[in-house]
């Protein structure tokens, strides 16, 4: 579980995050100096530290080093999210108080997100599929598809199958 980032960590991994590309001490800096009187050697230090502790991976170049983040903001935010959630002796209630927390618009992304992770298997009880009318029945849905199926393949291109041991 990552600990949370410290401010001055933090202030520099949002930059190497929003721009997207390995990044110098330097662009750093002079980003930094806009908000804030800091020195090259503190910028290099706190990436040298964002290093150790694996939130970036570096490439020498000539005399430096230029920095990459080694993950996303995004995946930062959740292993938080998560590892605070785990902490709780009752998920379901810190859970009920953290949406309580939320503003209409997280509420909705947090929708849009739960859409998502689901997948379209969710999407189907919302809508029919265009090819079933009303005339037809629906398709029997309540037999559990096998991984295989659920990931698109047909049942004769999974490995084993058409044998009698069904590739065991």
């Keep these: 579980m990552p600990r949370p980032l410290g ?8 930059r190497v995050w929003k721009w997207n ?13 806009q908000e ?17 502790k694996g939130w970036v991976r ?10 990459e983040a080694v993950s996303t903001r995004a995946a930062y935010a959740a292993a938080l999210m998560n590892e605070a959630w785990s ?13 309580g927390m939320m503003s209409e618009e997280q509420r909705q992304a947090l929708q ?5 992770a689901q997948g379209p298997r969710s999407r189907e009880s919302e809508s029919p599929p265009s090819s079933e009318t009303a005339d037809s029945p629906p398709p029997d849905r309540s037999a559990p598809e096998s991984a295989g199926e659920r990931a698109g ?16």
């Design 7 to 14: 401010e001055l960590e933090d202030a520099v991994m949002t």
């Design 21 to 33: 590309r390995p990044v110098t001490v330097r662009e750093v800096l002079e980003d930094l100096q």
């Design 36 to 52: 804030r009187s800091i020195a090259y050697t503190t910028v290099m230090t706190v990436l040298d530290n964002l290093h150790q």
């Design 58 to 67: 570096r490439e020498a170049e000539g005399r430096a080093y230029r920095y």
């Design 87 to 99: 902490q709780s002796d009752n998920p379901a209630a810190a859970l009920v108080a953290f949406f």
């Design 112 to 116: 849009d997100a739960v859409r998502i």
């Design 153 to 168: 393949e047909s049942p004769d291109e999974r490995p084993g199958a058409g044998r009698p041991d069904g590739g065991r």
